[in-house]
């Protein structure tokens, strides 16, 4: 089984948005995608969730995202250094390992936590690994998930 990462509960006053938000987004951002890919399984207050938990509603499934892994580096020493900076007149293409960001749409499951009347919320994410390749190290199928920061994003 792949770490996986769970938030610290936070307390939230769901009630107080009265269904105000047509759409509601849970935000990645700073994810690596240097190892391999994975399908990312997010579930809302089930901090306990694990790669065998049911995708339903029931157990707090909310939705997945899937990164598309680099698996590995194999270039040159330093070949997969992203730069801290770019040169201002740089015109190159970005860096293929810049940190990516996802997105999924929440709505349905913030609402049931809502109706449910939870004053917490705890985000998990359940990293599925299926298949990699031999050549891609074992340390980075073990724990691909690395996901700098969270965050909820509702819409008027």
Known sequence: MSPKLVSQPVHVDLGGLDNRYKRA?????GIDHSGPSYEGRVFLNHPDA?????LTPESGYAGSFYVFGHGGCYGDESH??????RRPYDLRTPHALLPEEHHVIITDSLRRIEQAGATEL?????PIVRDAPAYIPADMVRDPLKVERVSIVTYD
């Open 25 to 29: 987004d849970l935000h990645l951002y």
């Open 50 to 54: 694990d790669e065998n938990t049911a």
């Open 80 to 85: 997969c250094e992203v730069p801290e900076k």
């Open 122 to 126: 705890t985000v998990t994410v359940v």
